[in-house]
């Protein structure tokens, strides 16, 4: 019953060098998403997944890539991370538009 | 623009009070309606949801939600609050493009004894 599994839970980041966010999800869902969540601006979708094969930008993509390397797993990339990169990120999947399932976040930090 | 707005930053209500969190959505048609509940240090989980049909709704841990059409509302209420809902609440609206899902900005929820 590990739903979606997020890798690292931690991680500090000094600004310009790179990181891959993992997550991976075991309950046969074809979207997947990454958000960030930063104190009182709730969570802002990044990229989104809608079925294997695809990508596509959300609210703030600026700063990353993304992978979907098969329908289980989705990846988040940060070639050169900034401060302004610190944050929660969340990624989430679903099979329809019946609600996300979310893992337990990453909790960067950019020195 | 489309917007899930939730009004209370911030509220705190005494143990065994009943609470009302407030949610508002502009879109054009009725969305699918979330609630999400995010204890500290967690990720998020899902209280209920609204698709059609009955417009109050039921989720777990005794929370529940009416979805009211002409005010644009998904309001969220609990009759009797207990230490452990202190949390963070977030409203999503789902079902407008695709299986993207647009989320309020948080309200946090602190309980006093």
């Known amino acids: 019953n590990a739903g979606v599994t997020q890798t690292p839970k931690f991680q500090v980041l000094k600004t310009g060098q790179s990181m891959t966010l993992q997550c991976a999800q075991d309950m046969n869902h074809n979207s997947m998403y990454w958000y960030r969540q930063d104190p009182g601006m709730g969570l802002r979708l990044i990229y989104y997944?809608?079925?294997?094969?695809?990508?596509d930008k959300g609210e703030v993509p600026n700063g990353y890539n993304v992978s979907r390397l098969n329908k289980r797993e989705f990846s988040l990339r940060l070639e050169s991370a900034a401060p302004s990169q610190t944050s929660v990120y969340f990624c989430?999947?679903?099979?329809?538009?019946?609600?996300?399932?979310f893992g337990s976040g990453t909790r960067l930090t950019v020195v | 623009a489309q917007s899930v707005t939730q009004p209370d930053i911030h509220i705190t209500v005494s143990e065994g009070a009943s609470l009302e969190l407030r949610c508002n959505y502009s879109?054009?048609?009725?969305?699918?309606l979330f609630w999400y509940v995010q204890s500290p240090g967690q990720g998020l989980q899902l209280l209920l949801k609204?698709?059609?049909?009955?417009?109050l709704v039921q989720g777990i841990k005794g929370f529940e939600a009416e979805f009211k059409r002409s005010q644009s509302s998904f309001n969220l209420r609990k009759p009797s609050v207990h230490w452990s809902d202190a949390a963070e609440y977030f409203c999503a609206v789902g079902g407008i493009t695709g299986n993207q899902f647009y989320f309020g900005t948080g309200t946090s929820l602190t309980v006093i004894p």
């Open positions: 989430a999947s679903t099979f329809d538009s019946y609600g996300y399932t």
């Open positions: 997944s809608a079925s294997e094969g695809t990508t």
């Open positions: 879109y054009g048609a009725t969305p699918y």
């Open positions: 609204y698709f059609s049909g009955d417009t």
